[in-house]
T-cell receptor
Framework: DGGITQSPKYLFRKEGQNVTLSCEQN?????MYWYRQDPGQGLRLIYY???????QKGDIAEGYSVSREKKESFPLTVTSAQKNPTAFYLC???????????????????FGSGTQLSVL | AQKVTQAQTEISVVEKEDVTLDCVYE???????LFWYKQPPSGELVFLIR??????QNEISGRYSWNFQKSTSSFNFTITASQVVDSAVYFC?????????????FGKGTRLHILP
């Protein structure tokens, strides 16, 4: 079945450590997104990528980095510069803009099941 | 700038009651899209509905209905005859005209408790 896979489900970070959250999709979607969810804050956009080898900062990009070397993969690294990393992280993807566009797919986000990151 | 406001942080109703979740949005785009997502305790967001700015017809899907009013910039969501399984966090979201540079902006969510 097509979908988005996030791993691990739970992750613990030590002080000064960088950690990487994985996000893989087999939906052939062009666009991928990372959101952070804190209690009472809703979803806030960290980074997004509309095409391979290109990505843009969202609203809270400081302390995070991403790469988009493959269409299927959009890993998020939480660096030691992110002083308050404890949160639930959600990855999402959205369809493409090519001739094969399916509007019903393009016009909504598909989400992974999330990664809960905590600090030791 | 785009903004989505869900003023209700948390709502509790008794099973079988109707409940309406409010969503107010701000945008300068003439073409835009509005969404509702459900987040059950498992964490994954589930798509419920998409509405574009040119379609103001209200929509009903089973016990769910949506009321889109451009005049008040609102896109409210009503659950009729609520059930315990409806307990979740519900997010309203907004996007521009869906070109390459568009982001989808979410509200802070409304946590809905359906009491048995």
């Amino acid at each position: 079945d097509g979908g988005i896979t996030q791993s691990p489900k739970y992750l613990f970070r030590k002080e000064g450590q960088n950690v990487t959250l994985s996000c893989e999709q087999n939906l052939n979607h062009d666009a991928m997104y990372w959101y952070r969810q804190d209690p009472g804050q809703g979803l806030r956009l960290i980074y997004y990528s509309q095409i391979v080898n290109d990505f843009q900062k969202g609203d809270i990009a400081e302390g995070y980095s991403v790469s988009r070397e493959k269409k299927e993969s959009f890993p998020l690294t939480v660096t030691s510069a992110q002083k308050n990393p404890t949160a639930f992280y959600l990855c999402a993807s959205r369809g493409g803009w090519g001739h094969e566009i399916d509007r019903s797919t393009n016009e909504k986000l598909f989400f992974g099941s999330g990664t809960q990151l905590s600090v030791l | 700038a785009q903004k989505v406001t869900q003023a209700q942080t948390e709502i509790s109703v008794v099973e079988k009651e109707d409940v309406t979740l409010d969503c107010v949005y701000e945008t300068r785009d003439t073409t835009y899209y509005l969404f509702w997502y459900k987040q059950p305790p498992s964490g994954e967001l589930v798509f419920l509905i998409r509405r574009n700015s040119f379609d103001e017809q209200n929509e009903i899907s089973g016990r769910y209905s949506w009321n889109f009013q451009k005049s008040t910039s609102s896109f409210n969501f009503t659950i009729t005859a609520s059930q315990v399984v409806d307990s979740a966090v519900y997010f309203c979201a907004l996007s521009g005209p869906m070109n390459r540079d568009d982001k989808i902006i979410f509200g802070k969510g409304t946590r809905l408790h359906i009491l048995p």
